[in-house]
């Protein structure tokens, strides 16, 4: 189903977007990620999702930050932008604005908000996918769109030439475990939760989607190669430090991620409007948990 010579697998990182003081993307910050991800390991890169912001910022954000993320990626990793917004034209115009800058595939978020149905979403993909040569992921976070694709609705898009997967963050891993018995051969099915992603791996799905990679690419590129290598009990014992992580990481949203990276010496950036930065007091309980845990972990901080 992938375009010749794309093949998504493994680790991908939903980066992060570093925003400055001024509430301005910083651009520098950004490539620093980019860099400090694949020098890391990961096997691609998602920008402009919702670990990125990409639905609360302006189009021509979202476009200046394609064009950072793959330039600077350089064809290194495959680089999947998220294109979705509440406007479909917004859509189309951020799919052909992702082909046109050389991005290796697009990723789109259901309709939000309003609940048109499954044969108006199907619709949807229809009119997107047809404005791109681009592969097409399905995005599935129904908690933050309101509209789930299950099992029967991936089987109908998978026949929409371009749909090429999905990457699905409902946190169901029935319907997860669904998908992958019901879509056709070669389909990818990528997971979007970090807490049973070794799980996910071994159930099949061909990559997971992660935000807790931001500040800690290393130990699921550790993860993926411990599944690779059929180590079952190495792999459970980093899934469970990911989780414990991803939990100590939840609240306030995104923000601990850019604290933990500053932690590790890199120029993070910002959250900005309507998310809010880290108090002294949540800060102070990360540090303590993340310093403590830097030795196990084989990383610096």
Not at 262 to 281: D, H, I, K, Q, W
Request: with cysteine; charged share 20%.
């Amino acid at each position: 189903m992938m375009q010749k010579g794309l093949r998504l697998h493994g680790i991908i990182t939903a980066l992060v977007t570093p925003f400055s003081n001024n509430g301005q993307v910083d651009e520098e910050a950004l490539r620093q990620l980019v860099q400090f991800q694949i020098k890391s390991g990961v096997n691609g890169l998602f920008p402009l999702g919702t670990t990125g912001m990409g639905p609360a910022m302006e189009p021509d954000e979202r476009k200046r930050v394609a064009e950072v993320v793959v330039k600077e990626a350089q064809g290194r990793i495959p680089v999947i932008v998220q294109v979705g917004a509440a406007n479909p034209i917004v859509s189309i115009d951020l799919a052909r604005h992702a082909e046109k800058v050389g991005a290796d595939a697009i990723a789109c978020l259901t309709p939000f908000y309003y609940h048109p149905g499954t044969d108006s979403i199907i619709e949807h993909f229809k009119r997107l996918a047809a404005s791109t040569k681009l592969p097409v992921l399905v995005y599935n976070i129904p908690s933050n769109t309101g509209n789930n694709v299950d099992a029967k609705m991936l089987v109908q898009l998978s026949r929409i030439p371009n749909i090429v997967g999905i990457k699905d963050s409902s946190r169901d891993f029935s319907q997860l475990l669904d998908y992958l018995g019901s879509v056709p051969r070669g389909f990818t099915v990528i997971n979007g939760t970090d807490s049973y992603l070794f799980s996910a791996f071994c159930a099949g799905v061909n990559a997971g989607v992660s935000a807790t990679a931001n500040p800690f690419p290393e130990l699921f590129v550790e993860m993926y190669e411990a599944y690779r290598a059929r180590d079952l009990s190495k792999g459970e014992r980093l899934q469970k430090k990911i989780h414990s992580l991803r939990t100590a990481m939840n609240s306030p949203p995104l923000a601990p991620f850019l604290e933990v990276l500053r932690m590790r010496g890199l120029r993070s950036g910002n959250v900005r409007p309507p998310l809010r930065e880290m108090n002294t007091e949540e800060v102070a309980a990360l540090r303590s948990l993340v310093v403590g845990l830097a030795p196990e972990l084989g990383i610096a901080c």
